[in-house]
């Protein structure tokens, strides 16, 4: 059976462990989530040994699986055996090994396949065989327009009863990203004052304000994907936020770097969807690069590098004739508003 994250805990909560499950999600939180609820629902039901296998790319050894499942446990009578695909595809070998664990299932294994990425075309008999043994949950990426909903749900099972402008406004403040979201909703269950019966008041957007610092990511990922994704106010208020929180430029540059490096062999390719596996670029960001290729042609995102050598030198100190006077900060937030905006590419000459 295939099931959704919010229904997927209660379930395993109501019955005895199936023979098989499958995680799945570019969501981390919510996989994360899914799969722990699989574990502790075998540690409930007395399976106290785990045992974790990374089966990623060429290097999956299948035998190697194979053979530790079907070997005895000397410690237990049921293990817990987590397979993890990163991309969620186990390949031919990898595929035929799960659907045959899950038609004949060792009386001896519950099998928990956690996958990084999926999408429509990740499933197969492989998927199919383990949602007729146990339980699929596909953690599928909260809308924007799910965001306030998923958060005041949040906060109810927190315990925590909110206004719709509270709920809205610290929507606004963490930006989609709901690993931030359940942070803040986790602090404001602990900060909030309660009753002598242990209710709490309605939580307003004054009281949220006076509770919650402004938490809204600022890293390095979440700025360089405002940049490729076109969203020039973004990356501003990104770039202000890194500055005030002290981050140190150089730690930042290797990671504009090497997306700008990507950006460019791509545009170079000509067969994108084999420069893609090439660059081993997941299906999940594949739409990120391609909105940002239409954008600027080739020479321009060689340009963005040259321009990065420029950032990166300034930052540590190492300037060239012309350089002395700039500032870091301000030509990182050029450089990634012409990468997010083509008109913002006259900044970089002044």
């Known amino acids: 059976m295939e099931l959704n994250v919010d229904r997927f805990a209660a379930q395993l909560a109501g019955e005895s462990l199936r023979p098989a499950y499958l995680v799945a999600g570019s969501e981390t939180l919510l996989v994360l989530e899914a799969a722990d609820a699989v574990r502790t629902a075998a540690?409930?039901?007395?399976?106290?040994?785990?045992?974790?296998?990374?089966?990623?790319?060429?290097?999956?050894?299948?035998?190697?699986?194979?053979?530790?499942?079907?070997a005895p446990s000397l410690f237990a009578s049921r293990r817990l055996v987590e397979v993890r695909l990163p991309t969620g595809k186990p390949g031919t070998e990898g595929a035929k090994l799960i659907a045959g664990l899950c038609a004949s299932p060792p009386s001896d294994?519950?099998?928990?396949?956690?996958?990084?990425?999926?999408?429509?075309?990740?499933?197969?008999?492989?998927?199919?065989?383990?949602?007729?043994?146990?339980?699929?949950?596909?953690?599928?990426?909260?809308?924007?327009?799910?965001?306030?909903?998923?958060?005041?749900?949040?906060?109810?099972?927190?315990?925590?009863?909110?206004?719709?402008?509270?709920?809205?406004?610290?929507?606004?403040?963490?930006?989609?990203?709901?690993?931030?979201?359940?942070?803040?909703?986790?602090?404001?269950?602990?900060?909030?004052?309660?009753?002598a019966s242990g209710a709490s008041a309605v939580l307003d957007v004054a009281k949220m304000e006076s509770l919650v610092a402004d938490s809204a990511r600022f890293d390095v990922f979440r700025l360089v994907d405002a940049a490729l994704n076109g969203q020039p106010a973004q990356v501003s208020r990104?770039?202000?936020?890194?500055q005030a929180e002290g981050e140190a430029i150089p730690a930042l540059m290797g990671m504009v770097v090497k997306e700008l490096n990507t950006v460019a062999a791509l545009s170079r390719a000509r067969n994108l969807a084999a420069e893609f596996k090439a660059q081993r670029v997941w299906e999940s960001k594949q739409a990120v690069y391609t909105r940002a290729l239409k954008r600027h042609p080739p020479e321009r995102w060689q340009r963005m590098l040259?321009?990065?050598?420029?950032?990166?030198?300034?930052?540590?100190?190492?300037?060239?004739?012309?350089?002395?006077?700039?500032?870091?900060?301000?030509?990182?937030?050029?450089?990634?508003?012409?990468?997010?905006?083509?008109?913002?590419?006259?900044?970089?000459?002044s």
């Not at 540690?43 to 079907?70: K, P, S, T």
């Open 43 to 70: 540690r409930a039901q007395g399976i106290d040994e785990r045992e974790v296998h990374d089966m990623e790319g060429r290097d999956a050894d299948w035998d190697a699986l194979d053979a530790a499942i079907n």
């Open 109 to 195: 294994v519950v099998l928990l396949v956690v996958a990084g990425e999926w999408s429509r075309s990740h499933g197969g008999k492989w998927s199919e065989a383990i949602t007729r043994a146990g339980h699929a949950c596909i953690a599928w990426p909260v809308k924007p327009h799910e965001l306030t909903g998923w958060i005041g749900a949040r906060l109810r099972s927190r315990g925590v009863k909110a206004a719709p402008d509270a709920v809205a406004r610290l929507a606004q403040r963490v930006e989609g990203n709901l690993l931030a979201a359940a942070q803040e909703v986790d602090k404001l269950a602990l900060l909030l004052e309660r009753d």
């Open 238 to 242: 990104m770039v202000a936020g890194l």
């Open 306 to 349: 040259v321009e990065a050598g420029k950032v990166d030198r300034i930052s540590k100190g190492r300037v060239r004739l012309g350089e002395e006077s700039a500032d870091a900060w301000q030509q990182l937030e050029r450089l990634l508003l012409a990468v997010a905006e083509p008109g913002a590419v006259r900044l970089l000459a």
